[in-house]
């Protein structure tokens, strides 16, 4: 068979470890797709928008460590792509894009269709090139997966509609060195940081994703210092279970015992870690910030000592420099505040929180259609869920409530657009899991507006029979985007949403769909669905008017709730 351009392209990822090509079929591809129909151990996965297929392979290339694939046709199929390939930039993850592109001859002619693919992509990939002729191959394949993966994130590879079918004279396989260098400051700079740390008295950690393959040093230096350790959202993976030092996230999904824990330290240790919300830092303290990008050292907080490394690297050549804490009520302290906040957790999560005591008068107030509360739909999942289940959240409240109850204990893995923030990630991102992991569970924390935004891949899952968990909390509202506005004084505006029944939904399209609306229901509907073979929609109605209490509110945020509630009762009054 003639190695043409196509098969140059497919031969090199099936080589690379790609297992599955994700996008939406069209004739600028049709090459492409055929070369991958005939080779074996490489699949294409038919998506219903291509965002969901860009969205997929961001998550195979986040849980995997390597390239995650997808493709788009000429024009809008190109452009569908954008931002599941922003999701997957900001989430520093190697993806590649295929993207198709008019008959060469018609380049630059305004041709049907025809998108300057270089230009649209040029914010979000660190490279981006398009085939001009068969004999730019396998060279330009080689620097776009070379740029994904050194670079970890997008490169995007354009390649005319009528070039796929034909042979380059090269007909060498492409080539894809690998080298992983560890890196690590010099010793000056190490004895800076030790001298600084070991003068710091009280010693709060800072742990990001950066860290997530440093554990045992992270937890040694935790033990050494005395020090809790904050978690970001992106490090309950990996540090959250089996830990006696974390207390929890901060900033708006955070909670109290963080926040004093950072507060309340002479020394802030920040480990892998670009944590953006600069009001959620202390002012009053030293800090030291290890970190792999040199471009994050005192991006977010001015830093008193900064070093560039790999931080396990850099951990093992700065813990024989410290000495070892004598004083552990820092630490006590954080963790009496941590369990303490935990216990009141779990009485909201309570499945008969609101039958008696103080709950009954708080849903008098706040729930009194007896809806679910998410907390315990979120407490639900956490105790049905496996030790090894892979974990997505939708941007917004969904992500609030896995934050709080989920506790990513064994090898549970967690991913969702912690960075980009753009909604509707969850569901395709489990799609891509699943293919992934297909021996795992895969629960997918679901907002109402998120699933319903890319709901047409539903039909994806479907197919591929993939058996997904997706849980719906069906709130019937943009709910963060309903706190953000009330917490600033503004009435509720354009944030309901008039939902279907996503479960009978689900069950049109040949998927389980449970619906809940008792809070008596729930328990026993968690565990049929996590029961039931195959995909399952499990859409909860929960309470609308649920609070995430951050870890440091503020009277402002408090006279801005009762402003919009007075605006909202108003607007009621007037038929509005």
């Not at 992106?234 to 830990?243: L, R, T, V, Y």
Request: glycine share 10%.
């Amino acid at each position: 068979m003639a190695r043409t351009v196509a098969h140059v392209i497919v031969d090199a990822l099936q080589e690379l470890g790609v297992r599955h090509v994700f996008g939406v079929v069209g004739d600028a591809l049709n090459p492409l797709t055929d070369a991958i129909r005939s080779t074996e151990g490489i699949d294409w996965i038919g998506c219903r928008h291509e965002e969901a297929a860009a969205f997929a392979a961001g998550a195979q290339s986040q849980l995997s460590g390597t390239l995650g694939v997808c493709m788009g046709t000429v024009g809008p199929g190109s452009v569908h792509l954008l931002n599941g390939l922003y999701d997957a930039a900001k989430s520093r993850t190697p993806v590649l894009a295929i993207a198709g592109q008019v008959p060469l001859a018609e380049l630059g002619g305004d041709y049907f269709q025809e998108v300057d693919n270089d230009l649209l992509f040029r914010d979000v990939a660190v490279h981006r090139n398009t085939v001009t002729s068969p004999d730019q191959m396998p060279r330009m394949l080689e620097a776009a997966v070379r740029a994904a993966i050194s670079e970890n994130g997008v490169a995007v590879l354009t390649v005319p509609g009528d070039l796929g079918d034909r042979e380059p004279t090269d007909d060498r396989p492409a080539r894809f060195p690998r080298a992983h260098p560890v890196t690590r400051p010099d010793e000056s700079g190490i004895r800076e940081a030790a001298d600084l740390i070991n003068a710091g008295g009280k010693v709060t950690l800072l742990v990001g994703r950066g860290a997530r393959d440093a554990r045992d040093a992270v937890m040694a230096l935790a033990e050494r210092l005395a020090a809790p350790m904050v978690l970001t959202l992106k490090a309950k993976e990996g540090f959250e279970g089996e830990n006696p030092y974390q207390v929890g996230q901060t900033g708006l999904i955070g909670n109290p015992a963080a926040v004093h824990a950072l507060d309340s330290c002479d020394t802030l240790v920040m480990l892998g870690t670009d944590f953006p919300y600069r009001d959620w830092y202390p002012t009053d303290c030293k800090v030291v910030q290890i970190d792999l990008r040199e471009s994050n050292l005192g991006r977010r907080t001015p830093v008193d000592t900064g070093l560039a490394g790999d931080v396990g690297a850099t951990l093992q050549a700065l813990l024989p420099h410290l000495d070892v804490a004598g004083d552990r009520s820092h630490l006590d302290a954080a963790r009496r505040r941590f369990e303490d906040w935990g216990a009141e957790q779990r009485r909201l999560a309570d499945p008969g929180h609101d039958e008696h005591g103080l709950g009954r008068l708080r849903s008098a107030l706040d729930n009194r259609s007896g809806d679910v509360r998410p907390e315990a739909l979120a407490a639900a999942v956490n105790a049905c869920a496996s030790d090894d289940a892979i974990f997505t959240s939708d941007t917004g409240m969904a992500t609030v409530w896995l934050s709080r109850f989920v506790t990513l204990h064994g090898q549970r893995r967690l991913l969702g657009s912690f960075n980009l923030g753009s909604m509707a990630n969850a569901m395709p991102q489990a799609l891509g899991a699943q293919l992934w992991a297909p021996d795992r569970e895969v629960v997918a924390f679901c907002g109402d507006g998120g699933l319903s935004m890319l709901l047409g891949d539903l039909m994806t899952i479907k197919e591929y029979r993939l058996p997904v968990k997706l849980v719906v909390f069906d709130n019937r509202r943009l709910g963060m985007v309903k706190l953000e506005q009330e917490q600033t004084g503004l009435a509720e505006f354009g944030t309901e949403l008039d939902n279907p029944d996503f479960a009978a939904v689900a069950t049109a399209l040949g998927i389980t769909g449970i619906r809940v609306t008792d809070p008596a229901e729930l328990q026993d509907s968690v565990r049929r669905a996590f029961a039931t073979p195959g995909p399952v929609l499990l859409d909860v109605l929960t309470n609308p008017r649920e609070l995430a209490v951050p870890g440091r509110p503020t009277l402002q945020q408090g006279w801005g709730f009762a402003v919009a509630k007075v605006k909202e009762v108003l607007q009621k009054g007037h038929g509005e």
